[in-house]
């Protein structure tokens, strides 16, 4: 990307000259004038007395550094699209890498899921502003903002403090879909997870608490200080005309308490303000489709907005979900849904796909199905590169936080991932490698969890199919939900500005990777909030 790039310009010269040095005399010599590409812009950031002298306007700053100086503001992209694997460690990766491998029957090991293809990578910071080992609210809000901020916070600043609404005016930071709607761009948001859920809110909802998702949740004591429950802003956002796409899990909260769920009619709608968020949504966009299952998304039209609210809560688990036209989507399908709704805008679109259950999967301490959502994502990010173009599509793909899952031993190269760390011995017959207890371990375990046996000796695990869907990986530290990992995370990056992703960054600095890289966004921004004399947006963009 970056040869290619700056040899352009120096064959343009060469093919130039050579055309006028035809049209002069013809033995005239012409030396090509050397065109070194402009140096990136380098924006001065404060030194600062660290953590006590951070604030929203020095991380927003250090992230436009961050991307600047990797040269983000060169590329030209006209649309955005931000996977974000929820919960997807690294090793979840290598792990979910195999198990596809091995279901396509291969060894596993060489297998490449789709984002591995991608040329260019980097690994990013993931602590809040208060919390080593971050949580997806704080972690999604950086990404979404360009601001670090405290865990648990959906896209409010560390001014704010977590269930406390004071300051909402001045602490709410405008995301990245906020800002490209004002700059007259297509928005949408993907998920598997309910639509109220920390990661999706983070891109159109202001709150100091992830779990203010309906209006039952939110206290009173916030609502009078102006706070408003998280799926009241995803239906009701004010920036540009909204967004087009949303789709995911989370019905409940968008019904008042007087519905009955559509398709299990044994649940009613969680709201108790009356609100009928649905009917709210069909009213602002009377060409608009709601689906809630397989057969009405087929039948929604393409060319106008779509709201997808699938399930209740969460949507089904990729290995169990009901594939049939009363059932819903993929990830992959919704992507595909997404981008065909948004690529009709000629300024472009930015899009949020969560593969929101990985993080499910670890928590439950059940690699089975973590693993096999990250295969569901590797799918949609596929879907998404074939659906679009590598001219003018940056896709990046990353996860919010790591897990605390584990791959160890030295398991033969093709052992079932799944299985008992386990070597051939000279006879060629696979024995499990032996603890000091003179029991085996599987490959995969968790350093906490649900998966601690309550035993006075460790379970033996060859007594169990550690290959079933159910089964949880063996535990360390006996904890009722496994927890997020502290370690950095990858970031895959694929169009134009990917090549702006290296190193090791701060994940805020994620917001600035993309809102650089579209040049229609970034010029919006700078007319509204001022730049730097070289086009860096360096200043807080203010929502009051
Ligand atoms: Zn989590």
């Not at 009701?236 to 949303?246: D, M």
Request: charged share 20%; proline share 7%.
């Amino acid at each position: 990307m970056r040869l290619r790039s700056s040899l352009r310009p120096c064959a343009l010269v060469l093919a130039t000259a050579l055309i006028t040095a035809c049209a002069a005399t013809p033995t005239a010599t012409r030396t090509p004038i050397a065109t070194t590409p402009a140096a990136p812009p380098q924006v001065e950031v404060p030194v600062i007395k660290r953590p006590d002298g951070e604030t929203a306007a020095w991380w927003f700053r250090h992230g436009a550094a961050e991307a600047a100086r990797r040269g983000s503001t060169t590329a030209k992209a006209r649309n955005l699209i931000l996977f974000v694997g929820d919960g997807m460690s690294l090793t979840t990766v290598a792990a979910a890498r195999i198990l596809a491998g091995q279901r396509a029957g291969q060894s596993g090991e060489e297998y490449r899921l789709s984002w591995e293809d991608f040329g260019h990578t980097a690994l990013s910071r993931t602590y809040n502003t208060d919390l080593q080992t971050p949580d997806s609210a704080g972690t999604m809000s950086a990404m979404a903002t360009g601001v670090k901020t405290r865990g648990g916070v959906i896209s409010v600043d560390q001014s704010m403090k977590r269930g406390d609404c004071t300051g909402l005016a001045e602490g709410a930071r405008l995301s990245l879909w906020e800002l490209a709607a004002d700059a007259g761009l297509e928005t949408g948001v993907v998920t598997t997870a309910r639509l109220t859920h920390a990661t999706p809110a983070a891109t159109l909802a202001h709150v100091p608490d992830r779990n203010w998702e309906a209006d039952i949740d939110t206290p009173e004591a916030a609502r009078t200080l102006g706070c408003i429950d998280i799926a009241q802003q995803m239906i009701a956002n004010p920036h540009g005309h909204g967004p087009t796409v949303l789709m995911g899990g989370g019905r409940v909260n968008f019904m008042p308490a007087s519905q009955t769920d559509p398709e299990y009619p044994e649940q009613i709608g969680r709201r108790k303000d009356g609100r009928d968020l649905i009917a709210q949504w069909q009213q602002a966009h009377p060409k608009g489709s709601y689906v809630w299952n397989n057969a009405q998304l087929a039948a929604a039209p393409q060319d106008a907005p779509l709201l997808g609210l699938f399930e209740p809560s969460h949507m089904q688990w990729e290995h169990e979900r009901n594939a049939s036209p009363e059932g819903e989507p993929s990830l992959a399908q919704m992507t595909r849904a997404a981008i065909e709704r948004l690529r009709h805008n000629d300024k472009g679109f930015v899009l949020l796909v969560e593969g929101g259950r990985i993080d499910h999967g670890n928590h439950n301490g059940n690699a089975f199905r973590a693993l096999k959502e990250t295969i569901a994502m590797s799918d949609a990010v596929r879907t998404a590169r074939e659906m679009t173009s590598e001219a003018d599509t940056l896709i990046l793909v990353t996860a919010d936080h790591s897990h605390s899952l584990v791959f160890t031993g030295y398991p033969d190269r093709g052992n079932p991932i799944l299985g008992l760390a386990a070597n051939k011995d000279a006879h060629g017959v696979t024995k499990p490698t032996l603890a000091k207890d003179g029991l085996p371990y599987t490959t995969l375990v968790y350093a906490n969890g649900p998966g601690h046996r309550d035993a006075a000796k460790r379970p033996d695990p060859s007594l169990e199919d550690t290959a079933a869907p159910d089964y949880l990986q063996q535990a360390l530290v006996p904890l009722e939900a496994e927890t997020h990992g502290g370690d950095d995370v990858g970031l895959w990056a694929s169009g134009p500005g990917a090549d702006a992703v290296r190193g090791n960054i701060e994940q805020n600095t994620i917001f600035h990777l993309l809102l650089q890289a579209q040049p229609a966004l970034r010029q919006s921004v700078c007319a509204r909030y001022g730049c730097t004399a070289e086009g860096v947006p360096v200043n807080l963009p203010q929502s009051h």
